[in-house]
């Protein structure tokens, strides 16, 4: 986990979360709100202690430029819980407190996913501009298995790569394809669907690996 050098916010998510719902917030605290709701969700889709070096952009500028850095992150239990996050260019993060039991924590939705035939496991590689645009989204037709995949990804060496079993990936996606048909920005709704086609191909690849496998897969169970 790298250390921050930049400034150190320390949050508390409860706060973001206005005890009334019908109460506004405003429009700076929902951005954050939703910009540290994709570190939490990334955080809690995998055990605690795990370092991870995540697919979302840092929203720092320098120079009056954006930063190019990308998100490292590091959920702790012991004590906490804590999650850590840092830009690996910038340096700058935080702490994010007060998050367990809000709508972005995916810990509740552990093991729900397969593990695949004897734990195979397809990766997709996709650009991390196609990554940003599908964790914009609203998340309408997402279901927590599928958000998890999502939010497992790590980038790495200039893509971003999403990893699960064939019938996860498969749900993911009919999820992602739905996406794409109901997103009114044309840019988004290019990146979404440029994922979908990844998914495809992936998807297609495994089965002609599996049809041209000599092992009898009748009889197993999912
Ligand atoms: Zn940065």
């Avoid at 969700?41 to 850095?69: N, Q």
């Avoid at 609203?138 to 790569?161: G, H, L, M, N, W």
């Avoid at 690996?209 to 009889?219: A, E, L, T």
């Amino acid at each position: 986990m790298a250390r921050t050098t930049g400034p150190v916010y320390i949050t508390n998510l409860l706060h973001l979360f206005p005890a009334d719902p019908e109460s506004v917030i405003p429009d700076k605290a929902l951005k954050l709100r939703e910009f540290l709701g994709l570190i939490v969700r990334t955080a809690t889709a995998v055990m605690a202690e795990t370092d991870i070096a995540a697919g979302i952009r840092c929203r720092s500028r320098m120079h009056r430029k954006k930063c190019t850095g990308f998100l490292l992150i590091q959920r702790q239990d012991v004590p906490g819980p804590f999650i850590h996050w840092a830009c690996d260019r910038c340096g700058s993060g935080g702490r994010i407190e007060g998050f367990a039991g809000s709508p972005y924590d995916l810990s509740r939705f552990r093991n729900g996913l397969g593990s695949g035939d004897g734990g195979e496991r397809i990766q997709v590689e996709i650009t991390p501009d196609e990554y940003n645009s599908l964790i914009a989204g609203k998340f309408i037709p997402y279901d927590p298995d599928s958000e998890r995949i999502i939010f497992s990804a790590r980038y790495y060496e200039e893509t971003v790569q999403l990893e699960a079993a064939a019938d996860d990936l498969d749900t993911l996606g009919d999820c992602v394809a739905a996406d794409a048909n109901h997103e009114k920005n044309r840019k988004r709704a290019k990146h979404v669907q440029s994922i979908f086609q990844k998914i495809t191909v992936a998807l297609d690849m495994d089965s002609r690996r599996s049809n041209g496998d000599c092992r009898i897969r009748s009889g197993w169970t999912h």
